[in-house]
Structure formats: structure tokens, C-alpha cells
């Protein structure tokens, strides 16, 4: 997949998972097509739902966890905070691939590896986006 190695144009390295190179470059040593950060382990989607500090965002993972006792299935989250490098110019709302990586700081230990476009809104909870309102009128019925 990788041609040859020029040097003087710098090609995103190929970080030995299928995901699709960022088209922009950038210099942080800590992206893992640019610079020299090596990813492995676990490789995670989610959210972001924040993009406030500066080359780390928050990625929002739902799951669906089984109840044995009640037979249905309980949403549980977890947040992430993944690095982000800037090459990959990746907006909140948007749904990412994040990979571990080693420890970056005290809580960063993923990194962004692909922008897979923007998340249905219905992912985050965000119910209010949604179109489809089956009973807007009140039940008169009830109070009877
Ligand atoms: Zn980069």
C-alpha cells in the first residue's frame, strides 16, 4: 500500500491499522501518521463530544449491557480522552476510531486515528434532533 519512502514529502506513515491516512500533514510528534507515536491495543469507536482542550478531545463510547434479573439491556457510557492530533481536523459530533496507544499524560492513553464523518444524531442521546413525534396531543381518554 505504501509506494516508497519519500522523505521530503512526508507521507503518513502506515500505522498497521485499516484506516484512512488524513489528507493534511501536520508535526506533532504525538500523531501516529506524522510523528513517532506507535499505536496497539485496543481499537474503540465513538463520539466526540468535546473538542476544548487543545489536542485532546473527549470520545464518547454507549453500550449496551445485559440485565439478567430484569431480561433487558441497560445503556452504560464511557468517556475517553483521546489525543487529537491536528492533521485529523475532527469537529464534535463526529463519530472517530480512536487506538491505544501508551500513556500520553495522566489520562490521555488513545489517540484519534480516523474521522468516520458525522454520528446520527440519535447516537448521543440527542433525542430533540429527531423527527418522528408519534402523540403530540394529550390523552383526554385517561382522565375519564
Ligand atoms: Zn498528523
Redesign the pocket.
Known amino acids: 500500500m505504501t509506494p516508497a519512502r519519500t522523505p521530503a514529502a512526508r507521507r503518513?506513515r502506515d500505522i498497521g491499522l485499516d484506516v484512512r491516512a488524513?489528507k493534511a500533514?501536520?508535526d506533532?510528534r504525538h500523531?501516529p501518521?506524522?510523528?513517532r507515536l506507535p499505536v496497539r491495543g485496543q481499537v474503540i469507536e465513538g463520539t466526540v463530544v468535546s473538542t476544548s482542550m487543545q489536542r485532546t478531545a473527549v470520545v464518547e463510547r454507549t453500550l449496551l449491557h445485559f440485565v439478567p434479573k430484569y431480561e433487558r439491556y441497560e445503556k452504560r457510557r464511557r468517556r475517553y480522552l483521546a489525543h487529537a492530533?491536528?492533521?485529523l481536523h475532527v469537529p464534535v459530533g463526529h463519530r472517530v476510531r480512536i487506538a491505544e496507544t501508551r500513556p500520553l499524560s495522566k489520562l490521555v492513553a488513545f489517540c484519534i486515528v480516523e474521522d468516520l464523518g458525522e454520528a446520527a444524531r440519535r447516537v448521543a442521546g440527542e433525542e430533540a434532533a429527531g423527527p418522528a413525534a408519534p402523540s403530540p396531543t394529550p390523552e383526554t381518554e385517561a382522565k375519564a
Open positions: 503518513a488524513p500533514k501536520c506533532d500523531c501518521f506524522h510523528g492530533p491536528p492533521c
